[in-house]
């Protein structure tokens, strides 16, 4: 019975916390929870609840989208290889790629999109039909992503399933 009235308490004390918290806007004419509202720093708050919710994939090597470079391609069968940022300046990067020269450059991120500092993000790799391999996929601050191998041979089918900040936390 302490327990359920424990979580009560909670609920309650979750709910009164956000029905009394107000954005800030920049004009007293439109209510702040109102579609189209302004936050103070001049973010709407639809642009405010696009930014939360991520927005839609970019498929590198499409149309608008960043070129495959060095011949690396999607590899067939599997998600494509896409990108994009959501809250908190995190950027996804997703897809399995292949046939390209190893240890080169798979894509340019465009500017928008490139970290502060250079960003390592633990991945797989594979040697022709071999078993994959721990790789790391290499975020230059330039936008070049490209692959390595800390010894042996360069993969020429890599996997990305990861994230970076856009400007990573500094170091202590």
């Known amino acids: 019975m302490a327990r359920l009235r424990a979580v009560v308490v909670v609920v309650v004390v979750l709910v009164l916390g956000a029905w009394s918290c107000q954005v800030p806007t920049d004009s007293g004419q439109v209510s702040p929870g109102s579609p189209g509202a302004t936050v103070a720093s001049g973010v709407t708050t639809t642009g405010l609840t696009t930014l939360l919710a991520g927005e839609d994939w970019h498929y590198v090597g499409e149309a608008g989208e960043p070129a495959f470079e060095n011949s690396w391609i999607n590899f067939s069968g599997y998600q494509k290889l896409s990108f994009r940022i959501r809250e908190g300046g995190i950027v996804d990067l997703y897809g399995v790629t292949t046939a390209g020269t190893p240890g080169a450059a798979v894509f340019t991120l465009p500017a928008e999109y490139r970290p502060s500092s250079p960003q390592l993000l633990p991945s797989a790799g594979l040697v022709g039909a071999g078993p994959a391999s721990a790789t790391f996929i290499r975020i230059q601050t330039t936008g070049v ?28």
Not at 145 to 169: C, H, K, M
């Open 145 to 172: 992503v490209s692959a390595t191998r800390w010894s042996g041979t360069e993969q020429d089918t890599l996997i990305f399933a990861g994230s970076f900040y856009l400007n990573a936390p500094a170091a202590a």
